[in-house]
């Protein structure tokens, strides 16, 4: 049978990955899951690794749950590995999403000066596992969830040496679950042209039953008061004018760009309210512990479905299981452009519609963006590239650099005060500055 090893495996979302491999059983023999975390995690590894084997005993089947601190033991010979670890835990995401605030810039976890520091912090790490793959697993997959996964993604593409890399969200999964919920019909009917990047992707068509219902799906969603349908992002409605001439349909994370101003108040006003999203989840998460720990749970408790990490297991399952059983269907996930996107070069990664093979993800080619979307997204590839060669170098003018050139920011004064203060506030996890 085959071996997982989960790295971040004491994540709140491990229950969510679980049901997923059980679901999959019949198609995907998986025979062991190695869940893996550092000290600090080790309390929660050992709750929520304890109702992963209550899951697997409820539902009969031979897969060993092992729990270690133990990175190599679960690395060694190991078919997929998939990340989904948070350096500085949620302490070092409040940070993120409350500096930045004082500047008058969004806070948020993957985007602006926070998604540039949790890539800042989750570079290093990514790419010493990937060492530790070359030597203990060679012929494995990384399934990549850690966020910012795009960015993360990319810095694995350009400075590691393994190739078989692919990056994974829930938000495209979750558009084609929205539109299919906005036509009422089962989400095996709709399917959605993706592309862009991670947290910056674009609905460039829609179909049910193959035949393209874009018109009609732009006019539902013009016609919605939140156009946000993950538990993270609270947005607005889209301006029919806006929505019409842009054609395309765009993510929930595209709020923070198309409705800078709106956000900012919006996310400010939520964080001395109620705290920001990483403080509501620190709750949220306490609450989940407290019933993972109860002995007669035995399922993945429907509380869960309050994080914004919905659809995971689906994706990060229906994808591995694609790779190994060489199924060539169409899934959007992050990986090598070679060429889709037109003015993206080959070696970045993006966020696109691809058939899933046993040799990996094969982009589907779309050619160049639309005019008015393929601006921004160069942009951010940009603010990405510049990221992820400040994280491998530690060189602060190139972190300055990033945020200045980042549509969030946009200014060289408040790129290095942000960075300045937010080095100092993680420095713990900054070895590199
Ligand atoms: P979390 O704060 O619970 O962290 C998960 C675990 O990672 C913790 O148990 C922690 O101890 C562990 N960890 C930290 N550093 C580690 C290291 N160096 N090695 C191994 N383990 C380490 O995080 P969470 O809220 O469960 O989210 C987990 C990750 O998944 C985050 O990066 C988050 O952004 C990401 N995520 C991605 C998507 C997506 O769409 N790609 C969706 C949801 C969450
Ligand atoms: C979405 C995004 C993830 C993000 C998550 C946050 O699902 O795709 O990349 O990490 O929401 O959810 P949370 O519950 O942690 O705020
Ligand atoms: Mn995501
Ligand atoms: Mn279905």
Redesign the pocket.
Same mark, same amino acid.
């Given at each position: 049978g085959l071996k997982i090893a989960t +790295? !971040? #495996? #004491?994540?709140? *979302? @491990?229950p969510e990955l679980i049901e997923g491999f059980i679901k999959r059983y019949d198609e995907l023999p998986v025979s062991e899951i190695w869940l893996?975390?550092?000290?600090?995690?080790?309390e929660? =590894?050992n709750i /929520?690794g304890n109702l992963a084997k209550r899951m697997i005993a409820k539902a009969g089947l031979p897969i060993d749950i092992h729990l270690t601190l133990d &990175?190599a033991a679960a690395l060694k010979d190991a078919d997929f590995v998939t @990340?989904?670890? &948070? /350096? %500085? =835990? =949620?302490d070092? &995401?409040a940070k993120d999403e409350r500096i930045p605030l004082k500047y008058g810039v969004l806070g948020q976890?993957?985007n602006g000066p926070g998604g540039l520091f949790?890539g800042l912090r @989750?570079i290093p /790490?990514i790419l010493? +596992?990937c060492k530790d793959m070359e030597e203990l697993c060679p012929d494995a997959w990384l399934i990549?969830?850690? $966020?910012?996964?795009g960015m993360v993604t990319e810095a694995v593409l350009r400075y590691a040496n393994i190739d078989k890399v692919v %990056?994974?969200? $829930? /938000?495209p999964i979750g558009m084609e679950m929205a539109v299919a919920e906005l036509l009422e019909v089962d989400h095996s009917r709709i399917r959605i042209d993706f592309a862009g990047l991670?947290?910056m992707v674009y609905g460039l068509d829609v179909y049910l039953d193959g035949v393209s219902v874009k018109d009609q799906v732009i006019k539902m969603v013009t016609a919605l008061d939140d156009n946000s349908f993950v538990k993270n992002i609270h947005g607005f409605g889209w301006e029919p004018e806006f929505l019409k001439a842009i054609n395309v349909i765009p993510c929930p994370y595209h709020n923070y760009y198309y409705k800078s101003r709106e956000m900012f108040e919006k996310v400010k006003q939520e964080a001395e309210a109620e705290g920001t999203r990483a403080e509501v989840?620190q709750k949220l998460?306490k609450e989940l512990f407290e019933l993972y720990k109860d002995p007669n749970l035995d399922i993945k408790p429907p509380q869960l479905e309050k &994080? %914004? !990490?919905a659809y *995971?297991s689906d994706?990060a399952v229906r994808l591995i299981s694609s790779i190994y059983n060489d199924k060539r269907d169409i899934q959007p996930v992050n990986t090598r452009n070679n060429g889709a996107i037109a003015s993206i070069p080959d070696e970045s990664a993006v966020e696109i519609s691809c058939v899933i093979t046993k040799d990996g993800p094969k982009p589907i080619a779309v050619g160049d963006l639309p005019v008015p979307v393929r601006g921004l997204v160069q942009q951010i590839k940009s603010f990405e590239r510049v990221a992820a060669e400040a994280a491998v170098t530690g060189d602060r003018n190139l972190a300055v650099l990033a945020l200045t050139i980042n549509p969030l920011v946009a200014s060289d004064t408040l790129a290095k005060q942000i960075v300045d203060d937010m080095l100092e506030a993680h420095k713990k996890y900054l070895p590199q500055f």
């Open positions: +790295i !971040g #495996g #004491g994540s709140s *979302y @491990t893996v975390d550092i000290e600090e995690g080790q929660k =590894l /929520v &990175r @990340t989904q670890f &948070r /350096v %500085g =835990l =949620l070092a &995401r976890e993957t949790k @989750t /790490v010493d +596992i990549n969830f850690t $966020n910012p996964a %990056g994974l969200c $829930n /938000v991670n947290h989840v998460e &994080r %914004g !990490g *995971y994706a």
